[in-house]
C-alpha cells in the first residue's frame, strides 16, 4: 500500500528523532495478511535483510508496525498488551537485545502516548480515536526507516565538521554512521584528509575501508593489534570516529569488541591531541544503565563468558543462544568517550540522559 | 559580657555563663556604655563576628527559655515568636549582647555551651541538642516530645526512620487538634499547631531532607483543605494522607529497593558496603533469599559501628561477610569488590550524596579502582531546589564528640561523578539511573502526593 504525505499534525509523527521532515515516496510493504501465522523474529529478520541500511532499532519498530497490521485488536489495552508479548519475544530470541529494546522502548512509548491522547501540543479536537491512531501509525510505518536514514544524513553534517584539513581519522567497525561522515567530508573541497581503518576482520570493516577508497580517499588500513603503536606513532591522527549498537543511558556505549580497546588507548597513548567521538543516532540510545558488575551480563547480552576458562585447548561445543564470535560486543565507560555525534547535534557523554528524558 | 571588650579570639566568642541568656524580651535595657568606643576597624570587625556567633547560639539557646517565661510583649507562644527574630527588641546588633548579661539573674542558667569549641568557621552547622523536656515549649505535644528526644539522642537516627517518626507524631497531634471557633483548619492548623512541633523537633536535631520534603508536602497538603471542609472529615484526610507517604514513600520504597538492588549482585559477587545502612541491609538480605551466594566486605563506620551488627545479621543469614572496623586498607578491599552499594541520607539537584562520614572516601577509592558505585535511596530523600558541592553547606556537628581540641562533622558529601548509579523506588526512568536522571524525571513530575 501506498502511503500519502502524511496529513496528520506534526506532534501525531512517530518520533523518530530527526525534527527534520524527510520526503515522504510511495512505498510497497510485504502484507501479513495471515495474523495466525505472524512471526516477529521472522519478520525482523527479513527486513532488516531487505534494507542494508536500516538499522536494527528501526527493523525493531517496524516489524512490531507490521505486527500491529497482522493482528486485529480492538481495545486499546488488548493492542499493548500483544506488542509488550511479541517485543519480549522478539528480545529473548536475541542474544544482544539491546538495540531491539532501544527501538521497541521508543515505539512502545510512543504508542501508549498516542493512545493515550497526550502528544504534546494536542488540541483535543486533534486527538485521534484508537483506530485512527492505528490507522495512522500503519500508514506511516516507512516514515520510521525514512527519519533514520535522514537522522544519518544529519549526523553526517554535524560530524564533517569534526573532520580537520590536514589530519588523520583512525575508525574501525564499518559502520555506516562513520562511513557517511568521512563521504561527505571527503566531498569537501577544502579538506584534504587520511583515513587509516582497523581492520578486525569482518567483511563490512574491509567493505567500508573499500568504499572510503572508491571515494577517493587515502585509506591505510591496519590491524587491531598496530592500534596502540599507529596512535603513539601518527600525530596528525585527531580524531577517532566509532560507530556503535547501542548508546546506555550513562553516556556510555556497547559497540563492537575492540571499541573498548581502542577508547582506552586513544586516552592512555601520549603524543598529538586526540578525540574520540561516537557517531549514533539518538534511537540508539537504550533505557539501561550498565552499573552491576559484570556489566554485559547485566544488560541481558549473551556472549562467551571468559571467567569461565572453558577453554581447555579442545574443541568444545558453542553453547546455544550466544553471541558469534564476530558480533561480540564490549561496553566503553563515558569517560572515555569525548562526545556524541547524533542527528541532534553533539552531545557529551552526560547529556545521553537528557535525551532519554525526551520521550518518557 | 566582659570578653566582648576587647576583640574575641575565634572560638571563644560565647562564655560560658551569660550564653544562657535569653535574647527575648526586655527592650527596655538601655545600651550600656561598657564599649569602650577606640577600637580600630580591624578590631572592631572581629567582634562583631564573634558576636554574631554568639548571638546565633544565643538565639537558640534563648528559644526554650523564652517560650517558658512568658515574655512582657504578646505572640511570644506562636511560631513566628519562637524564632526570636521578628520580635521587637530595643537596641539591635552590637549593643545587644553587650547588655545582655545584665538580665541574666531572672532566668535559668545552662552550665555548659556545648557550641563553645567550635570555631567561627563551623559556627553555621547546627548539631542536635538535648532540650530538657521543661524548657520545651508548651504547645509541643508529648508524642512529639518523646521523638524529639530520640532524635537529639539518636536514638532514632537515619533519615527515614527520622521521617516515620516524625510523621506518626504529627498524625497522633492532628487527631488531638480541634480548630478553636472562628478559625478554619486549613489556616489554623499549621502556624498554631503544627510550626510549634516542628521549631522544637529542628532544635532537638536539625530536619533531615526527608523530614523537610515530607512537612513541605503536609503543609501544601493542609493549604488545599477547602476552608468550607469538615473539620473531622479534613482530619480524616490527612490521617489518610500520612499513612498513604509511610507506605508509598517508605515501606513500598524500601521494598522495591531492595529488590531491585538484590537483582544487581550476581552470584560469586563481591559486595562492598560502608557502615550499616538499612536499605543496602535488606538488600543483601533480600539477594540471599533469592538464593543468591555472595559475599559481603562491610567497611565500617569507626565512629558508628553499625556495621558490627551488620556483619552479625548478614552472618547469621548466611553470608560470608570481611568485617574492617575502619578505613585502614580500603583501597584493596574496595578494588577486590564487584560492586560498591551505598545508601545515603539525601541526595542534591546536582546529584551529590549526602551520606554518613567516610561514604566519600569509599566512592572516591571505588572511582579510583574501576569499581562501581551504587546508591540506595528513597525519592524522599532528594532534595530537589538545593545544590551541594561541598560536606559544609549542609551538615551536622556530632554532639558526643565535640570537645575543644576536635569535633566531628556527621556527613559527608560525594559528588555524582563517583556514582554509578542510584537506586530508588522510582521505576520508570529505567530503574538505575544516574541521580540527574532520576532528578530531571522527578522535576518534571507534580508530585503526586499534593493533588
Known amino acids: 500500500m501506498a502511503t500519502d504525505e502524511p496529513s496528520q499534525p506534526q506532534a501525531q509523527e512517530l518520533p523518530v528523532r530527526p525534527k527534520a521532515q524527510p520526503a515522504s515516496s510511495s512505498y510497497f510493504s510485504q502484507q501479513h495478511d495471515d495474523s495466525q501465522s505472524f512471526d516477529i523474529v521472522k519478520t525482523y529478520h527479513e527486513l532488516l535483510f531487505s534494507d542494508k541500511d536500516i538499522t536494527m532499532p528501526v527493523a525493531a519498530i517496524e516489524s512490531l508496525i507490521e505486527l500491529m497490521r497482522a493482528t486485529p485488536s480492538s481495545t486499546a489495552m488488548e493492542l499493548v498488551e500483544k506488542v509488550r508479548a511479541e517485543k519480549a519475544k522478539l528480545l529473548a530470541s536475541a542474544p544482544n537485545p539491546l538495540p531491539i529494546l532501544a527501538g521497541a522502548d521508543l515505539f512502545e512509548q510512543y504508542l501508549l502516548r498516542s493512545l493515550r491522547g497526550q502528544t504534546e501540543g494536542t488540541s ?74 582497523i581492520l578486525d576482520g569482518k567483511p563490512r570493516s574491509q567493505a ?153 | ?31 550600656t556604655g561598657g564599649e569602650p568606643a577606640k577600637l580600630t576597624p580591624a578590631q572592631l570587625k572581629a567582634k562583631a563576628k564573634a558576636e554574631k556567633a554568639a548571638r546565633r547560639a544565643q538565639v537558640k539557646d534563648a528559644r526554650t527559655a523564652a517560650a517558658q517565661v512568658p515574655p512582657p510583649q504578646h505572640g511570644g507562644g506562636d511560631a513566628k515568636g519562637a524564632k526570636g527574630k521578628g520580635k521587637p527588641e530595643g537596641p539591635q546588633g552590637q549593643n545587644k549582647a553587650a547588655h545582655r548579661p545584665s538580665i541574666t539573674g531572672s532566668r535559668p542558667v545552662i552550665e555548659k555551651d556545648v557550641r563553645s569549641s567550635i570555631p567561627d568557621f563551623f559556627s553555621h552547622v547546627p548539631m542536635a541538642k538535648r532540650v530538657p523536656l521543661s524548657q520545651a515549649h508548651k504547645d509541643v505535644h508529648p508524642e512529639v516530645l518523646s521523638v524529639g528526644q ?17 510523621l506518626r507524631a504529627f498524625a497522633k497531634v492532628i487527631e488531638d487538634y480541634e480548630t478553636p471557633k472562628g478559625n478554619s483548619l486549613s489556616r489554623h ?129 548466611g553470608i560470608p561477610v570481611l568485617y574492617s572496623p575502619n578505613l585502614g586498607g580500603l583501597r584493596p578491599k574496595v578494588a577486590a569488590a564487584s560492586n560498591v552499594f551505598l545508601g545515603g541520607e539525601a541526595i542534591f539537584a546536582n546529584g551529590s550524596l549526602n551520606a554518613a562520614s567516610g561514604t566519600a572516601d569509599v566512592a572516591m577509592t571505588a572511582q579510583n579502582a574501576g569499581v562501581k558505585v551504587i546508591v540506595l535511596c528513597e525519592t524522599i530523600n532528594f532534595d530537589r531546589e538545593r545544590v551541594s558541592v561541598d560536606a559544609l553547606t549542609y551538615n551536622e556537628i556530632d554532639p558526643e564528640r565535640n570537645t575543644a581540641e576536635s569535633f566531628r562533622l556527621l556527613y559527608d558529601n560525594t559528588q555524582d561523578r563517583y556514582i554509578a548509579g542510584v537506586v530508588t523506588e522510582f521505576e520508570s526512568g529505567g530503574g538505575n539511573s544516574p541521580a540527574q536522571a532520576i532528578l530531571a524525571l522527578l522535576r518534571k513530575q507534580e508530585d503526586p502526593l499534593i493533588a
Not at chain 1, 171 to 190: E, F, N, P, Q
Not at chain 2, 150 to 166: G, H, N, P
Open chain 1, 124 to 197: 483535543p479536537e486533534k486527538i485521534l480515536s484508537f483506530d485512527e491512531t492505528r490507522q495512522h501509525l500503519l500508514d506511516n510505518r516507512q516514515l520510521f526507516a525514512q527519519r533514520a536514514k535522514a537522522a544519518r544524513d544529519n549526523i553526517a553534517v554535524w560530524g564533517t565538521r569534526y573532520v580537520s584539513d590536514g589530519k588523520v581519522v583512525l575508525t574501525m567497525g564499518g559502520s555506516r554512521t562513520v562511513t557517511r561522515i568521512l563521504l561527505r567530508a571527503a566531498a569537501d573541497k577544502t579538506k584534504h584528509f587520511k583515513v587509516i581503518y
Open chain 1, 208 to 360: 567500508a575501508a573499500d568504499e572510503l577508497r572508491a571515494a577517493g580517499l587515502e585509506v591505510e588500513t591496519i590491524s587491531m593489534a598496530k592500534v596502540a603503536f599507529v596512535l603513539g606513532a601518527q600525530k596528525k591522527i585527531n580524531l577517532v570516529l566509532v560507530g556503535t549498537e547501542a548508546i546506555t543511558q550513562d553516556g556510555g556505549i556497547v559497540s563492537a569488541m575492540g571499541t573498548a580497546q581502542v577508547a582506552a588507548l586513544t586516552k592512555s597513548i601520549k603524543g598529538g591531541m586526540k578525540r574520540l567521538y561516537v557517531a549514533a543516532e539518538t534511537h540508539k540510545i537504550v533505557r539501561k544503565t550498565p552499573i552491576a558488575y559484570p556489566t554485559l551480563q547485566h544488560l541481558g547480552i549473551k556472549q562467551k563468558d571468559i571467567g569461565k576458562f572453558e577453554n581447555l585447548g579442545v574443541e568444545i561445543t558453542q553453547d546455544e543462544g550466544l553471541l558469534d564470535e564476530q558480533d561480540e560486543v564490549d561496553y566503553t565507560d563515558p569517560e572515555l568517550i569525548d562526545g556524541f555525534i547524533t542527528e541532534q547535534g553533539i552531545k557529551m557523554a552526560w547529556q545521553i540522559w537528557e535525551l532519554v528524558d525526551d520521550y518518557i
Open chain 2, 1 to 31: 559580657m566582659a570578653a566582648e571588650t576587647h576583640p574575641a579570639p575565634a572560638g571563644t566568642p560565647a562564655k560560658p555563663g551569660p550564653t544562657a541568656a535569653p535574647a527575648a524580651g526586655k527592650p527596655s535595657a538601655p545600651a
Open chain 2, 150 to 166: 530520640q532524635m537529639s539522642t539518636f536514638a532514632v537516627k537515619d533519615s527515614i526512620a527520622r521521617l516515620e517518626a516524625t
Open chain 2, 189 to 317: 492548623l499549621v502556624p498554631h499547631a503544627l510550626n510549634p512541633q516542628i521549631d522544637y523537633l529542628t532544635e532537638c536535631r536539625p530536619m533531615c531532607f526527608a523530614m523537610g520534603n515530607a512537612i513541605r508536602l503536609l503543609k501544601a497538603k493542609i493549604n488545599n483543605i477547602d476552608i468550607n471542609d469538615p473539620e473531622d472529615e479534613a482530619k480524616e484526610g490527612l490521617l489518610e494522607w500520612i499513612d498513604t507517604v509511610i507506605n508509598e514513600r517508605i515501606k513500598l520504597a524500601e521494598f522495591v529497593i531492595a529488590r531491585n538492588a538484590a537483582q544487581l549482585i550476581n552470584d560469586g559477587a563481591t559486595i562492598l558496603t560502608y557502615g550499616r545502612h538499612r536499605l543496602v541491609e535488606k538488600t543483601f538480605l533480600k539477594a540471599k533469599e533469592n538464593g543468591k551466594s555472595f559475599n559481603v566486605t562491610i567497611i565500617d563506620d569507626p565512629f558508628e559501628g553499625g556495621g558490627q551488627d551488620l556483619a552479625k545479621i548478614l552472618r547469621e543469614a
